[in-house]
């Protein structure tokens, strides 16, 4: 079983950039609403495979995306 | 019927608007970027997606920076409600639209200093005159790009180094150019950019935007509406992000998803190719309607100095007759009077009848311009 990571945005706007960039990039990222327990920041988070976080930094960093965070989210599907 | 009136409203848009606006109240119709599950998201992506092809088209900096907003009128209101200060000084033209006028005419009884600098008889700035009145510490300077009434294109390469040299912002009014004249903000140093969705962009009405330059501090414009934005929900004050600060409340996401199609319709066709068509087109209404006994045309005489907007007036003729003989007996539709451009008509030394206003679209045809050239022939001869 993989474990995810979320990236948190402060606006919705910027959480389709980084979903475009990085389907672009052929990354399986998908759009999540944002857990309660991460942030009530931006109802939008986006949800990868964790073990891919260097790539998904480097991806996002390059296609100009602010994010609000990183985080693990252990034993989730 | 032959519909000479795109100045207005472009009309009919293509299938492509109208097949996205219709997915997206069928398919997609989730509130964008609100509640995060799949509808609200395939509505979120529609609407970024426009935001992209929007800031493509335009040269803006970036998508973030593209606010959307109900129209141009509406854009220009948050550019001056939200930049200029009482004690502030505003640099305008003899040739604005209401949307300027009116907001600039209100904020002057607020203590700010508006300066209207003339222009010819044809719709030309004085930029001699011009550049006196931009004095250092002037805020703001606010020009059309292309007149409404006669379609005169502003040099906004010398109005920007002009706005630049005494510190002020640049606003230019794109309601009659985005999408057939190319813009380019960053190379024509425009610091802000209104534009409407529902004239040359061939998009639905209800739709248009505020384009900021990375020379605008969005911290230091403020917004015209507060509200809901979906991001910093736990705090009760507006936020600081672009392009939430602005856009507080439901969007119209049906219609921007249409924007977005017309946008993409706009760039496939290629805007230099729509604006080759439309001056020519021009150029045969501007030469046949000169040759028409009784007929005075308003405006530079070279097509290339104008979008598709040509005014005129037949002597001894009310603009309503003929306007209304224009519809009735010849299927020509046309729009008549001041159009909403009162500053206007007094430079061009038409107010208050106004003139006869003929606007081709991108589709007109020069067979349909010159079945409208004989139509204000019979017109003005009976």
Redesign the interface.
């Known amino acids: 079983m993989n474990t995810h990571g979320v990236v948190l945005f402060h606006t919705s706007s910027m959480a389709f950039r980084a979903e475009k960039a990085l389907r672009r990039a052929g990354f399986p990222v998908n759009l999540i609403p944002t857990p309660r327990e991460l942030s009530s920041d931006c109802g939008i988070a986006l949800r990868f495979d964790w073990a891919q976080r260097p790539q998904v930094e480097a991806v996002l960093e390059q296609a100009r995306v602010e994010t609000a965070g990183f985080h693990r989210q252990a034993g989730r599907q | 019927m032959i519909y000479l009136d795109h100045a207005a409203t472009s009309w009919p848009k293509p299938l492509e608007v109208v097949r996205a606006i219709t997915d997206f109240l069928q398919l997609a119709g989730g509130n964008?970027?609100?509640?995060?599950?799949r509808l609200?998201?395939a509505a979120?992506?529609i609407?970024?997606e426009a935001?992209e092809a929007v800031a493509a088209l335009i040269g803006a900096p970036?998508?973030?920076r593209i606010v959307f907003t109900s129209n141009a009128t509406h854009a220009i209101n948050l550019a001056l409600h939200g930049l200029i200060e009482p004690g502030g000084r505003v640099v305008t033209t003899g040739m604005e639209h209401n949307a300027v006028m009116r907001p600039l005419r209100f904020l002057e009884k607020r203590g700010v200093d508006v300066v209207v600098t003339p222009c010819a008889s044809d719709g030309v700035l004085d930029m001699a005159d011009f550049e006196r009145a931009v004095t250092p510490g002037t805020r703001l300077v606010v020009v059309n790009h292309a007149s409404n009434v006669v379609g005169t294109l502003s040099p906004l390469a010398e109005i920007a180094a002009v706005a630049h040299a005494a510190g002020a912002l640049l606003l230019v009014d794109a309601a009659q150019t985005a999408g057939v004249v190319p813009i380019d903000m960053r190379a024509m140093g425009i610091d802000l950019l209104a534009f409407t969705g529902h004239k040359s962009l061939q998009g639905p009405p209800g739709t248009g935007g505020l384009a900021l330059s990375e020379t605008v501090d969005a911290a230091r414009l403020k917004p015209l509406v507060q509200g809901g934005?979906?991001?910093?929900?736990?705090s009760e004050m507006q936020?600081d992000?672009?392009?939430?600060k602005f856009e507080s409340g439901t969007p119209n996401g049906a219609g921007i998803a249409g924007l977005g199609a017309a946008v993409r319709w706009v760039t496939g066709r290629g805007v230099e190719a729509i604006r080759r068509h439309e001056v020519a087109l021009t150029r045969r209404l501007l030469e046949s309607l000169s040759e028409i006994p009784g007929v005075t045309v308003y405006g530079p005489t070279d097509a290339d100095r104008r979008v598709a907007i040509v005014s005129f007036r037949v002597a001894g003729r009310r603009v309503s007759e003929i306007g209304q003989r224009l519809d009735e007996e010849f299927d020509v539709l046309c729009r008549v009077g001041l159009h909403c451009a009162p500053a206007a008509h007094k430079t061009l030394g038409t107010f208050p009848e106004g003139t006869v206003r003929l606007a081709p679209g991108p589709l007109t045809t020069p067979e349909e311009i010159d079945a409208a050239l004989n139509a204000v022939k019979q017109v003005a001869q009976s």
């Open positions: 964008p970027g609100r509640s995060g599950h609200s998201v979120g992506r609407v970024y935001r970036d998508p973030m934005t979906g991001s910093r929900s736990e936020p992000l672009l392009p939430d």
